[in-house]
Every structure is written in C-alpha cells, then in structure tokens.
C-alpha cells in the first residue's frame, strides 16, 4: 500500500545547527513528492518540490529512489523555520495524494 | 487577490444535522480537493475534483459528499454529520491535477459534532 512516513512527529534543533526533517515513502510507481510548511496562523502552503530541484528558504530535499526518502535539509536553522511540516506524495496513476503524519520543528533560540 | 476561500471557519453542530463547508477559488484552476486534518493522523484527501461535474473519492470519502457544478465552487456536504467527523477540514486547488502543479489552501474549517 502507499504510505509515506515522517518518524519524528517534533524535532527541535538549535538556531543556527543543521536541520533534516526524514520523509520515506512507499509506492510501486513513478511517485512525485512535495513538502508543505504551515507555519503559525497562516495557510498551508508549498515549500518545494522534487522536480523542481530548488532551494526555497534555504531548505534543499533530493529524491533518493534507492532508498525511498525525500529527506529535507537546511544547513543553518533559523527561528523563523519553526513550524509544521507535511511531506506528500502524488501518484502517477491518478491525482490522489498522500500525507506524511507532519512534523512540527521548534527550532531553539 | 488570488485565493482560496472557505465558509464558515468554525462550526459547531449536533449529530444528524446536515451541513454544508463552501469552498470558492479565483484562480481559474481545475482541481479541487478537500482534505480533514487529526492529531497524530495528519491531513487525508477526502474527495478530489478533475473539473467540472469530474469527482473521484480520496482517502476517507465515507459520511461525506461533494458536488462541482462549477469550476470555482467545491462544496463538501456531511448529509448526517457523527462525532468522528469532528476536525479541523481544509479545502485546495491546483492549476491543473497534482503532478507538477502546488496546492494551494484554504484557511481552514474547524468542525465540531456533538
């Protein structure tokens, strides 16, 4: 079955440390994966997407077919990361998408 | 200003009493879904739309019905709303299917049924 999976449902990093949010994914096809932010009292909103293969707000995540993970990373932490994070996956076959559970970062001033 | 837009943004009902979430958007895009957010369970499609008078079922279609009769309106209708459909519901649009083209969200309906 499809799935994607964030094993950490809150991380909390120091401003200024590296940041990884984990995302895996389970899925036969040819998948496309996104990561959305909500940050406090605003929309859920797009952060990036693999295609695309940019760096949004410092954030930076690659696709690794291999082992099935969306990873998203970002060198330093800023305050203003904190928020919730959600990794998606489209499949191919029609335009349903799936949800990770999210992970809410609190990055520690 | 482009956006998606939700009525009403809280809602609290008794079980059995049928109600109706709009969601309206501006952009001219043709998909439309609606999706409900749970603690510890994250955000799950619910129903979706291709285009007009095109549905399909997500995730979670049960207790739940939608119509799209037009191209900027998305309604999510609860016929006989229970208390498991108590959450927080979210509606979005892309330009044109998911592939390649963000979601954009609505601010939200926070449901409650007693």
């Known amino acids: 079955a499809q799935r994607v999976t964030q094993p950490e449902k809150l991380l909390s990093v120091f401003k200024g440390a590296p940041v990884e949010l984990k995302c895996n994914y389970s899925?036969?096809?040819?998948?496309?994966l996104f990561w959305y932010v909500q940050y406090s009292r605003q929309r859920l909103q797009l952060l990036l997407r693999h295609i695309s293969r940019e760096s949004i707000k410092g954030f930076t995540a690659d696709l690794n077919k291999g082992e099935t993970s969306f990873h998203l990373k970002k060198p330093f932490a800023q305050e203003e990361d904190s928020a919730m994070y959600y990794c998606?996956?489209?499949?191919?076959?029609?335009?349903?998408?799936?949800f990770g559970k999210g992970t809410r970062l609190h990055i520690l001033p | 200003e482009a956006q998606v837009t939700q009525n009403p943004r809280y809602l609290i009902t008794v079980t059995g009493k049928k109600l109706t979430v709009t969601c309206s958007q501006n952009m001219n895009h043709e998909y439309m879904s609606w999706y409900r957010q749970d603690p510890g369970l994250g955000l799950r499609q619910i129903y979706y739309?291709?285009?007009?008078?095109?549905?399909d079922k997500g995730d979670v279609p049960e207790g739940y019905k939608v119509s799209r009769k037009e191209k900027r309106n998305f309604p999510l209708i609860l016929e006989s709303p229970s208390p498991n459909q108590t959450s927080l519901y979210f509606c979005?649009?892309?330009?044109?299917?998911?592939?390649?083209?963000?979601?954009?969200f609505g601010n939200g309906t926070r449901l409650t049924v007693t």
């Open positions: 739309s291709m285009n007009v008078e095109v549905t």
């Open positions: 998606a996956l489209v499949m191919n076959r029609d335009d349903k998408i799936i």
């Open positions: 899925y036969s096809g040819s998948p496309e």
């Open positions: 979005a649009s892309s330009k044109q299917g998911l592939r390649g083209s963000p979601l954009h």
